[in-house]
């Protein structure tokens, strides 16, 4: 490695100056610089931040709530679990935030006391220091916790998407027979790659969500502030705006569980084809299962479509409410003659309408993304919560004891446990340890039925199954 190259500080190990200026990341910004990076120039990834200390604190959260769950308990148990885990250091952020509210609603108030500092015929030089000093501490302040605050929400979603994500690998792996039947591996793929990746941006969007809306209240305080009751016609058009919402967003929630349950089945289409290719290509039906495909992914693109189309009214009522807003408020002033049009009125109610615009512009899209985790955070739950393989289905015992490596007595096997006929009826097997036995029977006969049978992956109606401790696939 060239000595002159900057080397890179791990976030675990930087000093408090490093970490409130975020310079620990400047050798690798100047070696990137320099050349392109390779694997060995990104610092490891800290031990808080490993998926595998995510997913214990997760899984045990988790377990106390399973123990704890009362039989008609409807609360979503993975926003409890995450909830649990991550409570803490969401405090931080939400610290973080408000900090950035307050320093972004205080700028009007600070040009308001600009101008009028500017209107005076004897000026205070120690005043006007003062307002220039607000304006320096309310820049920093807005400046480093806004940076935080965005740095803080995605360390955190982070560590949900790899507690989830490891979750639902775990989780698979021991699913029974019946809830294979419900989630195919299309849908198990998706739940990894689109709902635990959401669960990533969950805190950036939530934090944003409560934050917008307090910097909307805020604003509104502000104008009643400086132009009294004159700010009551401005304040209607922000409420229709608001309500006209509503209706969108619970159309978008419809749409978003629409598209993907729809998504869902294509995928698992997909799996399924990908499995049969072989006979899909000796049978020469690669048309009609493309045809298939075709009209499951119309089907996508039908409730992707529609989604998309609400957007434009939202973007419609931005802009047509900043005009609006801004003129009730001007009206108002005129008719009430609650506030003098002057200089300062008239620059201040502007900016803070300006800051009022981002929360006007950016919650339609907030509650569009919450409603989507929302909606997988229902789909996790209902995957988590799903059967389990029991583990009586099979009695161990230490191989060294016995010469018997497989013991099945009248064993009655079912994939469906609630139907007529058993799929394996009164199995007897007894095979010695060193045996090499073949199973033999045409299509259909039960014989990977019982093999998984014997693994204890088939539920077991009665009988008894025996294997050692140690036993391979």
Request: aromatic content about 10%; some cysteine; hydrophobic content about 45%.
């Amino acid at each position: 490695m060239n000595l002159s190259e900057p080397q890179h500080v791990e976030l675990g190990e930087a000093n408090f100056f490093s970490k409130l200026s975020f310079s620990w990341i400047n050798p690798l910004l100047s070696r990137g610089y320099l050349r392109p990076l390779t694997l060995g120039d990104i610092p490891s990834i800290s031990t808080e931040d490993e998926s595998d200390l995510a997913y214990r604190k997760f899984a045990n959260a988790w377990e106390s709530l399973i123990r704890d769950k009362s039989s008609n308990d409807r609360r979503n148990l993975v926003l409890r679990a995450i909830t649990k885990v991550y409570f803490k250091e969401n405090i931080f952020i939400a610290i973080c935030a408000v900090l950035r509210t307050v320093s972004v609603v205080a700028l009007p108030l600070l040009l308001y006391a600009f101008v009028n500092y500017s209107k005076r015929e004897k000026k205070n030089l120690q005043d006007g220091l003062v307002l220039l000093g607000c304006l320096i501490v309310s820049k920093v302040v807005e400046s480093l916790s806004q940076r935080y605050w965005f740095f803080a929400s995605r360390r955190s979603g982070m560590r949900m998407r790899s507690a989830l994500m490891v979750a639902v690998y775990q989780k698979q792996l021991k699913l029974s027979s019946l809830a294979r039947q419900r989630h195919s591996t299309g849908e198990i793929v998706n739940y990894i790659a689109v709902d635990a990746y959401r669960m990533g941006e969950f805190p950036w969007w939530f934090h944003l969500s409560w934050s917008l809306v307090l910097q909307l209240l805020m604003s509104i305080g502000v104008l009643f502030w400086v132009v009294g009751l004159g700010a009551i016609p401005g304040i209607v058009p922000l409420a229709v705006c608001g309500f006209l919402n509503m209706p969108f967003a619970k159309i978008i929630k419809k749409y978003q569980s629409q598209f993907m349950i729809s998504q869902d089945e294509r995928l698992r289409a997909i799996s399924e084809i990908l499995n049969s290719m072989k006979i899909i290509k000796l049978q020469s039906w690669e048309e009609k299962f493309k045809g298939l495909i075709q009209s499951l992914r119309s089907n996508e693109f039908k409730w992707l479509a529609k989604q998309q189309f609400l957007r434009p009214y939202a973007f419609i009522l931005y802009w047509i409410s900043q005009a609006i807003v801004s003129s009730a408020v001007f009206l108002g002033c005129a008719l009430f003659g609650s506030a003098p049009l002057n200089a300062g009125t008239i620059f201040t109610v502007l900016a803070t309408l300006r800051i009022m615009a981002e929360p006007v512009r950016m919650l339609p899209d907030a509650l569009s993304i919450l409603i989507q985790v929302k909606v997988s955070f229902g789909r996790i739950h209902t995957f988590l919560i799903e059967n389990e393989l029991s583990k009586d289905e099979v009695s161990r015992f230490p191989l060294q004891n016995s010469d018997t490596s497989v013991t099945v007595e009248a064993g009655n096997f079912s994939w469906i446990p609630e139907a007529a006929s058993p799929t394996l009826r009164n199995v007897e097997m007894d095979i010695k340890r060193g045996q090499k036995i073949a199973v033999c029977g045409p299509v259909g006969a039960g014989k990977s039925s019982i093999l998984y049978a014997v693994l204890g992956e088939i539920p077991k109606l009665s009988g008894t199954v025996e294997l050692p401790n140690k036993y391979s696939y």
